[in-house]
């Protein structure tokens, strides 16, 4: 018998697990922990449940299980814990299936929901997601929300709304200020590499344009998987760019 209750006092809390996944380097480690963690039928309070849930998302989303991910995230929405965050994680698990009409629903729904803290975020990714996939006037629309929105981030989402509003056939864009401002703010790092690359080659700076996307590119793929996966449309996008700018470069030789 105290062998029993020895057992059981060392039997892994929810909470535990929950942080022994939050740490874990591979995500096969990861998905056991939090499966582990969901098993318990009862002393899980509604927080840490969505919490664990969201490491399992997570594990699926690195193993591009996004079937799985996906259904993770759905159970995270009837959680009702960070429920923005929820939507814009089943979001990128529908991007991942190719679903981008369900993913702009989660999107929505997750700039309606979120915090206003949160809400400039929620909106400029579904304005990436809408102009990548061409639809490049709701886009616009999207990412001027996010800048209305916007503090550190302002020069991010603007320079982006201008690049929606060319695609989307408008004309007399002054996109040089949007570079300068956005290479000079702490923004234009990360991500906004990408961003100024697109801007250097809309201008025919090319040779800037290569090198941002290389830069952009190199971060994003050698990476976290899930990094790599959440930035699926830019990525391939980045690789149009530079394969377009080659090509007039044979071009012209």
């Known amino acids: 018998m105290p062998r029993t209750r020895a057992s059981r006092a060392l039997r892994p809390s929810p909470e535990l697990l929950l942080r022994k996944a939050t740490l874990a380097r591979t995500s096969g480690t990861r998905a056991k922990y939090a499966e582990r963690g969901l098993a318990f039928s ?5 927080t840490t449940r969505a919490l664990l849930l969201r490491q399992l998302y997570l594990s ?12 993770a995230a759905e159970q995270m929405v009837l959680a009702d814990v960070m429920p923005d965050v929820a939507r814009q994680d089943a979001a990128r698990a529908c991007l991942g299936l190719g679903d981008r009409e369900h993913a702009v629903a989660h999107l929505r729904l997750a700039s309606r929901v979120s915090p206003p803290a949160r809400r400039a975020f929620h909106l400029w990714t579904l304005g990436s997601v ?10 616009a629309g999207a990412l001027q929300r996010a ?10 989402y603007l320079a982006q709304a201008a690049l929606a509003r060319r695609a989307s056939g408008e004309r007399g864009l002054e996109l040089a200020p949007l570079r300068e401002r956005l290479s000079e703010s702490p923004c234009g790092q990360g991500y906004g ?3 100024l690359g697109e801007l ?5 700076d090319f040779m800037a344009s290569r090198q941002y996307l290389r830069l952009f590119l190199k971060r994003t793929t050698s990476g976290r998987v899930a990094l790599e ?13 530079i394969r377009a700018m080659r090509t007039r470069q044979h071009g012209a030789a």
């Open 193 to 195: 590499q990408f961003v």
């Open 60 to 71: 699926h989303m690195e193993a591009r299980r996004f079937e799985d991910a996906l259904s």
């Open 130 to 139: 809408l102009y990548l996939t061409g639809h490049h006037r709701e886009a």
């Open 200 to 204: 250097a080659y809309a201008e025919g």
């Open 229 to 241: 996966v959440a930035l699926s449309g830019e990525i391939a996008h980045a690789r149009r760019l």
């Open 42 to 46: 009862a002393g899980v309070d509604r």
């Open 147 to 156: 800048a209305r929105w916007g503090t550190t981030e302002k020069p991010l």
